[in-house]
């Protein structure tokens, strides 16, 4: 009998030195890379498979440009390798850029569309980036979050605002993590005002300030560059970041298509929700994450502790749960792949 699976799309930042060559492992999507690549080639972009057989550059690897398309080409090749008569994929979600590929993978777009809205929105800054993020944590040392915690940042964020010139938001709600988006007085002055925790706070790579009213601009270009004929009825449910389902039968494209490029785009992005939605509406026996890389499988986990799902109350025992029986298979780690394809 099949099991029941959500997949998990990965974000921005996914793609790193560690999962250089990670295109090498899928080798029976050559049609989606040629035609991925021909798009590229089309705009005098380097291709995804030069891109990925290449040294990792973080200067290059990381603009949005080119993670954006890297990811998407790692993230739909694994999507197309997952193992159907194992696995029923009853929904897919995703986080931030995630979206975008749960759309890619759900059918709401066909290989032209989804490549205008990944390498178009993930071209918007290409001349100069607007805000940045920071990530923080929310949970103690055993995943455990609190919404004391929660509220403790937000209202760090209230108090900043306060202040001439500094404009921060909350981002994303990330499991155990928070990730906040400001211009560039609002990421200093978070970065100074969050008490540290170990490696936190810290600012993402090239990030602009997604998912907060800085990208209004943004969504404006994208309305204007990017037609709602390039949107479909999603084959499989999914899952936005607010965690409506946008059903194949019943949902509207023109609220899908202002959803993706207005609402998700200038308002932050819940993953912690989505996931939820997933585990209640849904039950899933797995979570499939797909690459590259795996750094969102403890994120999950935390989302896992938060819903008392299979009984877990601590960091000690998903990690327990991951070596015996793993609910979280993440495509990007070879010892869970194997149990995916």
């Known amino acids: 009998m099949k099991k029941r699976a959500v997949v998990i799309c990965p974000g921005r930042g996914t793609y790193s030195k560690e999962t250089s060559n990670y295109l090498a492992q899928n080798r029976n999507v050559k049609e989606f890379l040629d035609d991925l690549d021909a798009r590229r080639i089309a705009l005098r972009e380097p291709t995804v498979r030069a891109l990925d057989a290449s040294e990792f550059k973080p200067a290059v690897h990381t603009k949005g440009e080119h993670a954006s398309s890297l990811i998407y080409a790692c993230a739909y090749s694994d999507f197309m390798a997952i193992d159907r008569e194992k696995y029923d994929v009853v929904a897919i979600t995703g986080n931030s850029m995630g979206w975008y590929l749960a759309m890619a993978c ?66 994303i709600y990330l499991g155990g993590y928070i990730v906040l988006g400001g211009n560039k007085a609002g990421i200093a002055a978070a970065l100074k005002a969050l008490p540290p925790q170990e ?25 204007a560059t990017i037609p709602n004929s390039q949107f479909r009825a999603p084959k499989i449910p999914l899952i936005d970041g607010t965690g409506h389902i946008w059903q194949p039968y019943s949902s509207s494209l023109e609220d899908l298509y202002h959803y993706t490029l207005g609402t998700q785009v200038v308002e932050a992005y819940d993953l912690t929700r989505a996931v939820t939605v997933a585990l209640k ?29 299979l009984g877990l109350k601590s960091k000690a025992q998903f990690v327990e749960l991951q070596k015996t029986a793993p609910m979280v298979l993440a495509m990007g780690r070879p010892d869970q792949r194997a149990l995916v394809i």
């Open 199 to 223: 490696n936190y706070p810290f600012q993402l790579l090239n990030h602009a300030a997604f998912h907060t009213p800085l990208m209004r601009d943004t969504s404006t270009r994208a309305f």
């Open 106 to 171: 759900g059918g709401s777009f066909d290989w032209a569309g989804a490549f205008a809205v990944i390498n178009g929105m993930g071209s918007m800054m290409k001349e100069q980036i607007v805000g940045g993020q920071v990530i923080y944590p929310v949970c103690d040392k055993n995943w455990v979050s609190s919404r004391e915690r929660i509220e403790s940042v937000e209202r760090t964020v209230a108090e900043l605002n306060l202040q001439s010139g500094i404009e921060l938001y909350t981002s």
């Open 281 to 309: 509406e849904f039950a899933p026996e797995h979570l499939i994450l797909l690459g590259p890389g795996s750094t969102l499988g403890g994120s999950l986990g935390q989302i896992l502790i938060q819903n008392d799902r």
